[in-house]
């Protein structure tokens, strides 16, 4: 499984903006998706996470501001990121656990970072 992250992009503070990480194939079952970032010299963050049964957490930082969410009929993990602020510039990551359709094995799996920056 490939995985893409794509709407990154620059946003004045206060803006949002939608991630989405959605995977090359369907014959998987999501059991857990989650979003991550990580700036320039600092260590890569846990933002947000989400299980199969739709349970979420988010880190205190984002609590409030951003949600994630997931659909596992198009095999998409969402992060909607509502007031931005300069400090949430970073490389956002998502990260799939899933298996494969009749298989027990699980798997993690990762998109290319996506850019985003809030600025002043």
């Known amino acids: 499984v490939q995985l893409q992250a794509f709407g990154g992009g620059l946003v004045q503070a206060g803006g949002s903006l939608l991630l989405s990480c959605s995977a090359s194939r369907t014959d998987f079952m999501i059991n857990a998706g989650k979003w991550y970032r990580q700036a320039p010299g600092k260590q890569r963050d846990l933002v947000a996470s989400?299980?199969?049964?739709?349970?979420?957490n988010y880190a205190d930082f984002v609590k409030g501001r951003f949600t994630i969410s997931s659909d596992n009929t198009k095999k998409t993990v969402y992060l909607q990121m509502n007031s931005l602020e300069p400090e949430d510039t970073a490389a956002y990551y998502c990260n799939v656990v899933g298996r494969y359709y009749g298989r027990s094995q699980i798997n993690s799996w990762w998109g290319q970072g996506t850019l985003v920056t809030v600025s002043s």
């Open positions: 989400i299980t199969a049964s739709g349970d979420t």
